[in-house]
C-alpha cells in the first residue's frame, strides 16, 4: 500500500508527530482566543467577532526545541526592559502575551504577537526577477538590518486581508491530512495581496537564536550567510551581523546568492565556502588567521592557500558578479559593500572585560591618571591631604537616610532567602565584566531600570574635559534625562557640561554612573573611574542650578553618586560626589568624592537587601536632584520665577519625606520601584514606497483577542528599542543570526 506523500510540516527533515501540538480549527486556547485558521508550520490563528486578529505561534513542545524558544523569549525579555522610546522600536515584532498550553505529548509554549504579511524573501521570490529593486531595497536598510529576508516581515496595513482570511476559511474550508483520531494536519492559507499596493512596514522577527553579551562560539547563522569566524570556529561578536547584512544585501538586490558553498558533487562544502570568500574579497589578514588553528585547514602559516584536497580558489571578482548597476553606482555598491564584508580583525572587536577605548583602559590603570586628577582637583575618596582638610558633602544626613529607606520589593515576602541563593548562583556562574552587568547587576537594579533613562558604554565625547590630561571618559552604565525634557536654550548654552555625547538623543545630565570589574579588575581602576565620571555630573548638576547667575553658590550638596561593582569580591559601593570653591580666585571649583557605603552583595541575604536597597534609593535621590536642577533652568530660561539653588535643597528634602511617609501605608516597606515617567512620545516611521511586487503571501498565523486584551497587553509587554541599541548597543550587546 502507497503511503500518503508528506503534507505541510510533515516535509520538514525533522519531523515527528508528538513534537506538534495537534490545533483544531475552531478550538479556543485560555477561554480567549479561537483559532479561525493556519498560515504556517505550528502558527495559528484565532478570531473574536468584536474584536482584531493577533498571531499565535504554537512552540514545538518542551524539551525538543525548548533551547531555541528560550533565546526568544529571553531576547524580548531584555527589549521590552530597556523601556526605550526610540523610532526603532516600531520595526520590531512585540511580544504583547504568552501562555502554555498541555498537549498529549507534553506542554507548548505559545507565542501572541500582532499579526505580520508576507516575508521580505517571499516578496524576493515573487518578483519575475527574483530580486528586490533600489526602492524596495532601500526602504528596507533604511529602517532596519536584518540577517536573513525571513526574518523580515511586512506589517499588515490593510485590515480586510485578516477578515477576508477568515470568511475563506469558513466558505471553502482548507485541506486536512488525518494522522490519528487526536491529531489532523491542516494546510495552510495565505493572506490575500493587499488593495491598492497598501503595503506595511518591514519588521524584524523571530529571534530565536539571538544572542545577549559580547563574544560567543559556536555555529550560527544560515549556511550561505555564514561569517568567516563562524566556519573558523572562532569566537565571534557583532562583527558577524555585518557580514550577514552585507551577504544579505547582496543575495536581495541581485537576486541570486554571492555563495554557493558547494563542491563537485554539489555538496555543502566550507572549504569551498571560504575559496569563494577568498575569490572575492581577497586574503585575509595574518593575524586574524592566527585566531584559530582551523585555519590551517586551507592556509598555510604565510596566510597563503593551501588547495587542500584541490579546493582552489575561484578566478572570479565582485565587478564580474555584480550585473545589475554600472558606472558610478556601481562603484559606490562595490564600495559600500566590500567595506561591511571586511574580516572582523579589521575592526574593533570587542573585549569580553567590557569594550574599553583604548585611551580610557590604558589611563585607568595607570597611576598617573589619579594624580592627574588630583593636580586637577578631582579628589577620591581615599585622597588623604596634609593639611586633613577632607571635604564632606552638607547634606550627607539626607543621603544616608534616603539609602535606608526600605522597599517593598526587596522585604523577605517579595524577595526571600531563596531568591538571594539564586542570585548567589548567578553570581557565582558569571564569567567576565560584561557577565557580571548582564547576569548580577540586573539583579541588584531590580525592576526600577525599567524607570530610569539610562544608557550604556558611550564615550562622553561631548563634553568639555575636565582637565586636558585626562582621556574622554566612557562610563559602563550612566542615568540621564529625556533631551527633549532640557529647554533647548539651556542645551544650547551649557551643552559642553550637561550633553554627554555627540549623538545628542542620549540621556543628558548623567548624575547616576556605574562602573562593574569582572574578578581579574582591578578595584583601585574602578574607583579611578567613578571619580572622574562622578564628578562630570556633579558639575551638569551645578551648571543647571547657576544657570544664568551671576555668582555662583557652592553649597557642598553632594548631588552626582557612583556605584562601583567587583564580581571578584562581589562588592557594591556607594560614592558621593560634590562641588566646593575654587581655592585661589580664578582657579577651577574642586571635586570631592566621598565613600557613601560598601555591601558584600553574596555574604548572605541581609546584606544584599541592605546593598540593593541602597542602590536603588541612591539611583532614585539622583533622579530627584536632576530633575529639580533641570527645572529650575528651564524656569530660568523661560523667564518664570525660579526657585533659587538654596530653596532647591527643601523642595528636595520636603520630597525625600513625603517618599518617607508614602511607604508607611505599605507596612514599612515601598511599593516596588514605582515612580513617575515622562509620557512617551509617539514617533511616525518614515515613509515608505507603496510597492507593486508580484507577490504571494508567506506561511504564518492571525488570531484575535478583545481590544481591551490587546491594549492591556501592549502595555505589559510591549518590546522596545533604547537609543543606544538601534545604533550601537544593540549591536554590541546582541548578535542576531
Known amino acids: 500500500m502507497n503511503r500518503p506523500p508528506p503534507f505541510e510540516e510533515e516535509r520538514l527533515p525533522w519531523y515527528t508527530a508528538d513534537q506538534f501540538y495537534p490545533v483544531h480549527i475552531g478550538e479556543i486556547f485560555i477561554s480567549k482566543y479561537k483559532v479561525v485558521g493556519k498560515l504556517g508550520y505550528g502558527a495559528y490563528s484565532t478570531f473574536n467577532r468584536d474584536s482584531g486578529f493577533v498571531a499565535v505561534k504554537v512552540c514545538t513542545r518542551q524539551g525538543t526545541g525548548s533551547l531555541h524558544n528560550d533565546r526568544e523569549l529571553e531576547f524580548y525579555k531584555h527589549v521590552s526592559s530597556l523601556n526605550s522610546q526610540h523610532n526603532g522600536q516600531a520595526y520590531i515584532r512585540n511580544l504583547l502575551e504568552t501562555f502554555k498550553i498541555n498537549g498529549p505529548d507534553g506542554e507548548h509554549l505559545c507565542l501572541v504577537q500582532p499579526p505580520m504579511h508576507m516575508t521580505i524573501q517571499e516578496l524576493q521570490r515573487q518578483n519575475p526577477s527574483k530580486r528586490l529593486n533600489k526602492q524596495i531595497l532601500n526602504w528596507t536598510l533604511f529602517n532596519l538590518l536584518n540577517i536573513n529576508p525571513s526574518n523580515i516581515m511586512l506589517t499588515i496595513e490593510d485590515i480586510s486581508l485578516l477578515t477576508n482570511f477568515e470568511q475563506a476559511e469558513m466558505e471553502n474550508p482548507s485541506p486536512t491530512k488525518l494522522i490519528d483520531e487526536t491529531r489532523t494536519i491542516y494546510g495552510s492559507r495565505k493572506l490575500d495581496l493587499p488593495k491598492d499596493s497598501l503595503w506595511g512596514q518591514p519588521v524584524l522577527c523571530d529571534f530565536g537564536e539571538a544572542r545577549l553579551g559580547w563574544t560567543h562560539k559556536g555555529v550560527i547563522q544560515p549556511e550561505l550567510y555564514r561569517a568567516p569566524e563562524v566556519l573558523f570556529n572562532m569566537e565571534w561578536g557583532c562583527s558577524v551581523d555585518i557580514w550577514n547584512v552585507a551577504v544579505l544585501i547582496w543575495d536581495l538586490f541581485e537576486g541570486q546568492h554571492l555563495f554557493h558553498a558547494l563542491d563537485e558533487a554539489e555538496e555543502s562544502s566550507a572549504s569551498h565556502h571560504v575559496a569563494e570568500m577568498v575569490g572575492y574579497l581577497g586574503m585575509p589578514p595574518l593575524e586574524y588567521l592566527r585566531r584559530s588553528e582551523v585555519t590551517k585547514n586551507v592556509f598555510d602559516d604565510q596566510g597563503c592557500w593551501k588547495g587542500t584536497g584541490g579546493v582552489n580558489v575561484p578566478e572570479t571578482s565582485l565587478e564580474q558578479a555584480e550585473i545589475v548597476l554600472d558606472g558610478e553606482e556601481k562603484k559606490r555598491f562595490l564600495n559600500f559593500f566590500s567595506t561591511m564584508s571586511q574580516p572582523s580583525a579589521t575592526r574593533k572587536r570587542p573585549e569580553p572585560s567590557g569594550d574599553r577605548t583604548t585611551s580610557k583602559t590604558r589611563s585607568s590603570a595607570d597611576p598617573a591618571f589619579e594624580q592627574n586628577m588630583i593636580d586637577a582637583g578631582i579628589y577620591p575618596a581615599d585622597y588623604d591631604p596634609d593639611d586633613g582638610s577632607i571635604s564632606k558633602p552638607a547634606n550627607m544626613d539626607e543621603i544616608q537616610a534616603a539609602l535606608r529607606v526600605p522597599r517593598r520589593s526587596l522585604s523577605p515576602s517579595r524577595f526571600p532567602d531563596s531568591a538571594f541563593e539564586g542570585f548567589k548562583k548567578r553570581a557565582i556562574r558569571a564569567n567576565g565584566e560584561m557577565s557580571a552587568r548582564v547576569d548580577v547587576i540586573t539583579i541588584i537594579q531590580g525592576n526600577g531600570q525599567q524607570q530610569h533613562r539610562h544608557g550604556a558604554d558611550h564615550v562622553f565625547n561631548h563634553l568639555e574635559p575636565l582637565d586636558k590630561e585626562l582621556p574622554k571618559p566612557k562610563a559602563d552604565q550612566y542615568d540621564g534625562a529625556l533631551p527633549q525634557s532640557i529647554d533647548r536654550s539651556v542645551r544650547r548654552d551649557l551643552g559642553k557640561y550637561i550633553v554627554p555625547c555627540t549623538n545628542t538623543a542620549r540621556p543628558a545630565v548623567p548624575n547616576f554612573i556605574l562602573e562593574a570589574k569582572g574578578a581579574g579588575g582591578h578595584a583601585d581602576v574602578l574607583r579611578r573611574q567613578a571619580c572622574h565620571h562622578g564628578a562630570l555630573g556633579a558639575r551638569a548638576v551645578f551648571q543647571l542650578e547657576n544657570y544664568q547667575a551671576t555668582e555662583p553658590q557652592y553649597n557642598q550638596y553632594a548631588k552626582s553618586f557612583s556605584c562601583t561593582y567587583h564580581h571578584g569580591t562581589s ?77 532647591l535643597l527643601t523642595d528636595t528634602q520636603t520630597s525625600l519625606s513625603a517618599a518617607q511617609d508614602n511607604t508607611s501605608d505599605t507596612s514599612g516597606y515601598e511599593t516596588p520601584d514605582e515612580h513617575t515617567t515622562a509620557k512617551r512620545s509617539r514617533h511616525d516611521g518614515p515613509v515608505h514606497p507603496r510597492a507593486s511586487p508580484v507577490a504571494a503571501t508567506p506561511g504564518h498565523i492571525f488570531v484575535p483577542v478583545s481590544e481591551s486584551d490587546i491594549e492591556a497587553n501592549k502595555m505589559e509587554k510591549v518590546c522596545t528599542v533604547s537609543e543606544s541599541d538601534i545604533e550601537a548597543d544593540k549591536m554590541e550587546k546582541m548578535c542576531m543570526s
Request: aromatic fraction near 8%.
Open 571 to 647: 562588592t557594591l559601593a556607594l560614592y558621593s560626589h560634590h562641588i566646593t570653591q575654587p581655592k585661589v580666585p580664578g582657579a577651577q571649583p574642586e571635586y570631592h568624592m566621598t565613600q557613601l557605603n560598601a555591601y558584600a552583595m553574596t555574604g548572605n541575604p541581609i546584606s544584599f537587601r541592605e546593598g540593593a536597597t541602597a542602590f536603588r534609593n541612591l539611583r532614585d535621590l539622583s533622579q530627584t536632584y536632576r530633575d529639580s536642577a533641570i527645572d529650575h533652568a528651564n524656569q530660568v530660561a523661560r523667564k518664570a520665577p525660579a526657585n533659587s539653588p538654596s530653596t
